[in-house]
């Protein structure tokens, strides 16, 4: 069986998320890290592998600096790893993203693909379905629980206020939520082996025969960013301090006044 895990490097936003003066990220001040739902999806594909002996192999389209974050995903365990990267490829929105990543599966032999359901910079959780209808595939998003039975899988998808168990005949793609499980560590020699033993492959705009040029980077995207700002800051709060029953009757009032109940 063989698995394709789409894994997207991305800024850690845990403190704070900053934008050069004309509206970019400033991705250089915060630390690059694999987004948090695609490491989830990654640990489900080793867990798979450990029990089933599936392959699984890695697929990015980033910067040259994305290798990073592969060979960390090598070093957890998994077995090859692909970096799909070209000056022509960059600012794609998700549509641009998702044709380019399809294009890049379609090379390989795929049973089952696993993204994340959203990544942390972008947080569209578009691409993943996205995929999924360039292949032609059946997809399963918010997993929270993958189970493989046989030619099939068996997932248990996160619902509002309940889940949905869904079962769908492989080749089809999921989307992962972090809480899927708790991924594992890199080991010391799954380092070394990572750096001394293994290839990252690295594919250009000319290694994918079945993508058309009007599909690719800023100028394939429908979608540009016209403007991004930092959140207006909130208001001073204001204390009260009435006795209970008039300051619960002040705090309606005040609720009522801006459409809250
Ligand atoms: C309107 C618009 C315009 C944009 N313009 C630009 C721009 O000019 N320059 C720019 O740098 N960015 C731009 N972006 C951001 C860029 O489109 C997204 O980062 C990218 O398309 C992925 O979308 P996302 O981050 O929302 O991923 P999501 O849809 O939230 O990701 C879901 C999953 O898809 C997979 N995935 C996503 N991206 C990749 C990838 N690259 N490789 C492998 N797997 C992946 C991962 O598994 C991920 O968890 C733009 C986004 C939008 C919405």
């Not at 090598?74 to 990543?101: K, Y």
């Not at 090379?107 to 379905?129: E, M, S």
């Not at 059946?138 to 993958?146: C, G, K, L, Q």
């Not at 899927?180 to 380092?191: A, Q």
């Amino acid at each position: 069986m063989n698995i394709v895990v789409c894994i997207k490097q991305v800024p850690d936003t845990a403190g704070g998320v900053k934008f050069n003066p004309d509206g970019t990220l400033d991705r250089a001040s915060m630390l690059a890290i694999m987004n948090p739902d695609d490491k989830a999806g990654l640990e489900a594909a080793l867990r798979i592998k450990d029990a089933t002996g599936a392959k699984v192999t890695v697929l990015t389209m980033g910067l040259p600096k994305a290798d990073v974050m592969l060979r960390e995903a090598m070093a957890m365990g998994a077995d090859e790893a692909i970096l799909v990267t070209d000056r022509v490829l960059g600012g794609a929105d998700t549509w641009a993203t998702s044709s380019t990543v399809a294009a890049a599966v379609k090379k390989l032999d795929y049973d089952l693909i696993i993204t994340g359901r959203q990544a942390i910079d972008g947080d569209t959780a578009q691409v993943g379905p996205q995929i999924a209808e360039h292949l032609g595939l059946p997809v399963i998003s918010y997993a929270e629980d993958i189970k493989v039975e046989g030619d099939s899988v068996v997932v248990k998808r996160q619902y509002e206020d309940r889940y949905h168990m869904v079962k769908a005949k492989m080749p089809c793609l999921i989307t992962a939520l972090s809480e899927l499980n708790e991924p594992r560590y890199m080991t010391p020699g799954g380092i070394f082996d990572a750096y001394d033993e293994k290839e990252v492959t690295v594919w250009g705009r000319a290694d994918l025969t079945d993508l058309d040029d009007a599909n690719i980077g800023l100028a394939g995207s429908p979608t540009k960013i016209a403007k991004a700002s930092d959140k207006v800051a909130k208001g001073a709060g204001e204390k009260v301090n009435l006795d209970p029953t008039e300051s619960v009757n002040y705090l309606m009032e005040k609720f009522r006044e801006k459409h809250i109940i």
